[in-house]
C-alpha cells in the first residue's frame, strides 16, 4: 500500500524554466515532509523538508508548499539547471508511535533539464 | 561530499559466503537505519537503530544482521544470501524522533552470485 504517490514518473523542463514536482499521500498522521535528489550510483540527497505546521519553505531555488487538506505537497525549482536532472524522491513522516522517524517514499520523479 | 560513509562500494559474494556492509558517520546522530533499494524503486526500510538499541526491523529475514557497535557505526553482516538479495544497500543517520532529515550515504552496490 503505496502511502506516498508520485504520479509522474518522468519530466521534461527546459533550462531556465520552472520545474514543478508533485507529491500525495494518504495518511494524515504525517507531519514532515522531505525531498530528496538522487544521481545514478550515489545516495539520496537531502533537499528541503517542510513541517506541517508551515504551508511554504524555501531555500534558494527551491521551494516546497504543502497544502494539507488536499494532502498534497510541491517542489519547484526555480530557474531549473541541467545539474538538476535527476529522480526526485517526496517523502513523509509520522509524529507519533511505534513508527516515529521513519520514512515513507514515494517512487519518484525523473527530472531532466535540457538546454 | 557525503557525511555517512559506507564502504565497500561493490561487493560480489556468493551465495554460501559471510561479508559485512559497514557504515560510519560523524555528524553526531543517534539514530541510523539500513535501507534496500532495487533499480527503479524507493528504498526499503529495514533496520533502524535508535541510541544503539535496534527500534525497528521490519521483518527482515535473518540472514540479515545489524549491529551498531557504537553511536558513530553501523554494520550489517550477510551470510547465506540469495540472488534476489542483490540491491543497492543505502545506511541513513539522523538525530532520533520526528521532524529530523536523515542523510544518506552513497550505499553498497551487492551482487549475489
Known amino acids: 500500500d503505496q502511502q506516498v504517490k508520485q504520479n509522474s514518473p518522468s519530466l521534461s523542463v527546459q533550462e531556465g524554466r520552472i520545474s514543478i514536482l508533485n507529491c500525495d499521500y494518504t495518511n494524515s498522521m504525517f507531519d514532515y515532509f522531505l525531498w530528496y535528489k538522487k544521481y545514478p550510483a550515489e545516495g539520496p540527497t537531502f533537499l528541503i523538508s517542510i513541517s506541517s505546521i508551515k504551508d511554504k519553505n524555501e531555500d534558494g531555488r527551491f521551494t516546497v508548499f504543502l497544502n494539507k487538506s488536499a494532502k498534497h505537497l510541491s517542489l519547484h525549482i526555480v530557474p531549473s539547471q541541467p545539474g538538476d536532472s535527476a529522480v526526485y524522491f517526496c517523502?513523509?513522516?509520522?509524529?507519533?508511535?511505534?513508527?516515529?522517524?521513519?520514512?515513507?517514499f514515494g517512487r519518484g520523479t525523473q527530472l531532466t533539464v535540457w538546454p | 561530499d557525503t557525511e555517512v560513509t559506507q564502504t565497500p562500494k561493490h561487493l560480489v559474494m556468493g551465495m554460501t559466503n559471510k561479508k559485512s556492509l559497514k557504515c560510519e558517520q560523524h555528524?553526531?546522530?543517534?539514530?541510523m537505519y539500513w535501507y534496500k533499494q532495487k533499480a527503479k524503486k524507493p528504498p526499503e526500510l529495514m533496520f533502524v537503530y535508535s541510541y544503539e538499541k535496534l527500534s525497528i526491523n521490519e521483518s527482515v529475514p535473518s540472514r540479515f544482521s545489524p549491529e551498531c557497535p557504537n553511536s558513530s557505526l553501523l554494520n550489517l553482516h550477510l551470510h547465506a544470501l540469495q540472488p534476489e538479495d542483490s540491491a543497492l544497500y543505502l545506511c541513513?543517520?539522523?538525530?532520533?524522533?520526528?521532524?529530523?532529515?536523515?542523510?544518506f550515504g552513497d550505499g553498497t552496490r551487492l551482487s549475489i552470485l
Open positions: 541513513a543517520s539522523s538525530q532520533p524522533g520526528s521532524n529530523q532529515p536523515q542523510h
Open positions: 517523502a513523509a513522516s509520522p509524529d507519533r508511535g511505534s513508527t516515529l522517524g521513519r520514512l515513507y
Open positions: 555528524m553526531g546522530h543517534r539514530a
